[in-house]
């Protein structure tokens, strides 16, 4: 039965018979902590799809049965036992600190938070936390038929549906909102307020400071968007909407017929073919979008056309707000275009990605059968593939994957790393000096930093893990023994 916690959440494992660390010579003298999360009890059956860990790698929460009733047991201790748990819970909260999920007794269901039950419903659904994980939302039906809402442990209305995916908080966590059904018209709820009922609305969308709000709302077959609610004039169809990183202005698409506009606080663009998501600079100044207009793809930077391509794919602003960069196709090439300059021509290019001081641009790219990465304008060594660059916190260093002749390998400031039959998740740390990635040979696991081998090997490294730098030499992971047996791992890396 425990052998059921293994393969949902593994990412990578081809074998689990282990190498001795003896099996890599070079292995260096890292200090290595291993903190073995409790094994599955014994006599309860674990479930492994069930399995959850925090955001911070500290706690894991599953699903465990016995004697036909089911508890959750986080880091090892079973809670109170129920007749059954619902699906896709335990849920942790953003900051790991508090966790939630469904449980059946006695025919009814309840959700239960930080192992107290609250109200008992005929069925309840997934709990959202709070950005700030200090909040709680959830719905629940009842014996009339009526789904409620469930705010913060009290209810705030019932309704004839509460649909789903549409709950949502403010980014400062102090406002939420939810999309309604009452007398065949939807509502939104907004802080426990019902607004305006329409055909249909979309879900709501607060200001960055959560003082605004705006939804896409449908009435008598045309649509309008609904800014701390008063309506817009009435389109045939509406697309995006956002605020601005300040909050002060709104900014959509709407469509006429064939045409589509973007509208700024109410003032209407020229008409386009397509209009694509405003993009914000980082300091909120400056704004840019994505047009097409007669089959050409543009985008208008700062209310300025910029010259016209074939397609255009991603764009992206420096941290600095100064300098855009973005990839463009004409015919069957593709260039970088930035600061008004295109570069040379590739088969294929990808996304590009400034330094974190502005200073730098990279990209990998295609020639023929042969792959590369280019900085500032530099071609590096030709691979079979490559990754895009990943640039140190100091903008001063940039490392990349790297395959070739069946091997791969991490290229950092331009050197080539030790070859592993795969490799992946590079991490730098925070002060620029270390750079760690995940490597694999002869069928284990293991961490490697600055091109040395950590001593521990494993069967894999577990589904959506990554390496977190906690301090500046500090590495933490989640790994995988036989068994199976769930590791914290951390690397103190040192001088």
Known sequence: MIKKMISPIIVIVTSLAFLSASAFADASNFKETLAPFPPALQGWSAYGSSIKFSADLTHM????????????VKDGKPGPLFDAIGQDTPV?????????????KGGA?????DGKEQASYEAVSLPLFSPDSSRILYAGKNREGKQCLVADGREAGCFDAVLQNTMRFSENSARWSVIVMKKNQQVAIVDGKEGKA?????????????????????????????????ESAAYDATGVY?????????????SRGEKWHMVTDGQESAAYDGVGIPAFSPDGKRMSRLVVRDKKWLMIVD???????DEIQV??????????AYNARKGKQWFIVSDGHSSEPYDAASMPVFSSDS???????????KSFVVVDGREGIAYNAVSTPLFSPDGKRFCHLAQKEGIWLVVADGKEGPAYASVGNPAWSPNSKDLAYMAERSGQWLVCVNGKQARNVFSGFLKGTSLQFIASDRIRTLALKTGPEFIRYEIEIGQ
Not at 109 to 113: A, D, I, P, T
């Open 242 to 254: 956002v605020f601005s990183p300040d909050s002060r202005h709104i900014h959509y698409t709407v």
């Open 92 to 104: 942790f909260s953003p900051d790991g600190k508090h966790l939630a999920y469904k449980a059946q």
């Open 315 to 324: 764009f992206s602003y420096s941290p600095d707000s100064r300098r855009i």
């Open 109 to 113: 269901w309840r959700m239960v938070v």
């Open 303 to 309: 209310g300025r056309e910029q010259p016209a391509w």
């Open 198 to 230: 329409f055909e249909k609305i979309s879900p709501v969308l607060f200001s960055p400071d959560g003082s605004r709000l705006a939804c896409a709302a449908s009435r008598a077959g045309k649509w309008m968007i609904v800014v701390d609610g008063k």
């Open 359 to 369: 200073k730098h641009l990279g990209f990998s790219a295609k020639r023929g059968e």
């Open 61 to 72: 929460a599953y699903v465990a049965g016995r004697n036909k009733k089911f508890a959750i």
